[in-house]
């Protein structure tokens, strides 16, 4: 009796552990695993500069910049949304276009310096489908306050 629970013992463990001998990564199809990563891939976004120093400038005007970028990536990029610090800062963007491996887009930033002397830091968060969620992006003015 103790012989045949040995031999039982001993042939499902040869049964377990033969199985074990194939990597788990042997096991995956090869075009499954494409297809994963590409549904759950994200793109990358390249700006040329995330940083405008508009000088000096008098307060009342209306300037812009354009912020340049690449999607470097193999995947196409969405950028969902991009919304300024203030309503004094205004982003005009592709939203939800797609932008294919290679190309590149612009996004123009407009800053109203009406009622804002002095010193003026301000962003705009670009949303996009990155492995960050987006980009942070920054300009800066001194505004000459208006003489009565």
Same mark, same amino acid.
Do not use: W
């Given at each position: 009796?103790?012989?045949?629970?040995?031999?039982?013992?001993?042939? !499902?463990?040869s049964?377990l552990f033969?199985?074990? %001998?194939?990597?788990?990564s042997?096991?995956?199809n /090869?075009?499954?695993k494409?297809s994963?990563?590409?549904?759950n891939s994200?793109a990358e976004? !390249?700006?040329?500069?995330?940083?405008?120093?508009f000088?000096?400038? %008098?307060?009342g005007?209306?300037? &812009?910049?354009?912020f340049?970028?690449?999607?470097?990536?193999?995947?196409?990029?969405?950028?969902v949304d991009?919304?300024?610090?203030?309503g004094?800062?205004?982003? &005009?963007? /592709?939203k939800?276009?797609p932008?294919?491996?290679?190309?590149?887009g #612009?996004?123009?930033? %407009?800053?109203?310096?009406?009622?804002?002397?002095d010193l003026?830091?301000?962003?705009?968060?670009?949303s996009?489908n990155? /492995?960050s969620g987006g980009?942070?992006?920054?300009?800066?003015?001194?505004? #000459? /306050?208006?003489t009565n």
């Amino acid at each position: 009796m103790v012989n045949f629970r040995n031999v039982l013992v001993l042939t !499902t463990l040869s049964i377990l552990f033969s199985g074990c %001998n194939e990597s788990a990564s042997s096991k995956i199809n /090869p075009d499954n695993k494409l297809s994963v990563q590409k549904e759950n891939s994200y793109a990358e976004i !390249t700006f040329d500069r995330v940083f405008h120093d508009f000088g000096l400038i %008098n307060e009342g005007e209306i300037v &812009k910049t354009i912020f340049k970028f690449t999607n470097t990536s193999e995947n196409d990029l969405y950028i969902v949304d991009a919304i300024g610090s203030c309503g004094c800062t205004v982003p &005009k963007y /592709p939203k939800n276009v797609p932008i294919k491996p290679g190309e590149t887009g #612009e996004i123009e930033v %407009n800053f109203d310096t009406n009622g804002r002397p002095d010193l003026q830091q301000k962003m705009v968060k670009v949303s996009a489908n990155t /492995p960050s969620g987006g980009q942070l992006l920054r300009i800066q003015a001194f505004v #000459e /306050p208006k003489t009565n």
